[in-house]
């Protein structure tokens, strides 16, 4: 499941800024979860199927790998190899297990890079979404429901991001 970062600094100020304004004026406020908004949306539903389908290919190689490892160590271990046989093997899995080391490490950089770019462009986007949002519904100040303490449910724009999301970048 991908998580989002917080941002409390932010919206510890920005609560600040409600508090500290109400007295001069009525401030409206909105209040989203983000990471339900983001994660709701068409594009994320979409990419958490296709993640790991695009990198199933990679990850069955380094299952095979793992597979002829055990075998050799299989055979290690039944001690019915000949020196010389014994010795290959030994070699064998050792060169098994740096290719199983690679492969493992250039996956999980190619996967988080992927989770990175995609969540990165997601939030830059849903920025976007949520500040139309806040322009159409007069709101002065939008917080993450984390950064609220309490809420009446009337105000919070969650659902209403993920549609104008989908409805802004829909799939192709």
Do not use: C, H, W
Request: glycine share 4%; no cysteine.
């Amino acid at each position: 499941m991908f998580r989002l970062p917080t941002f409390p600094a932010l919206a510890l100020f920005a609560a600040g800024v409600v508090f500290t304004s109400t007295a001069a004026a009525q401030t409206k406020v909105g209040v989203i979860n983000l990471e339900k908004a983001l994660l709701d949306t068409a594009e994320l539903k979409k990419a958490m199927v296709d993640l790991p389908l695009k990198y199933k290919p990679r990850q069955d190689q380094l299952e095979k790998i793992q597979r002829e490892m055990q075998d050799l160590q299989s055979q290690l271990q039944s001690g019915k190899l000949n020196p010389g046989a014994a010795a290959d093997a030994e070699a064998r899995g050792q060169q098994l297990q740096r290719q199983a080391d690679r492969l493992n490490q250039d996956l999980q950089e190619d996967v988080n890079a992927d989770r990175n770019e995609l969540l990165q462009r997601s939030q830059s986007r849903m920025y976007e979404v949520v500040k139309k949002i806040a322009e159409e519904k007069g709101l002065d100040v939008v917080v993450t429901n984390q950064a609220a303490f309490f809420f009446k449910e009337a105000i919070e724009i969650t659902a209403d991001a993920t549609v104008g999301y989908d409805k802004a970048y829909p799939l192709k």
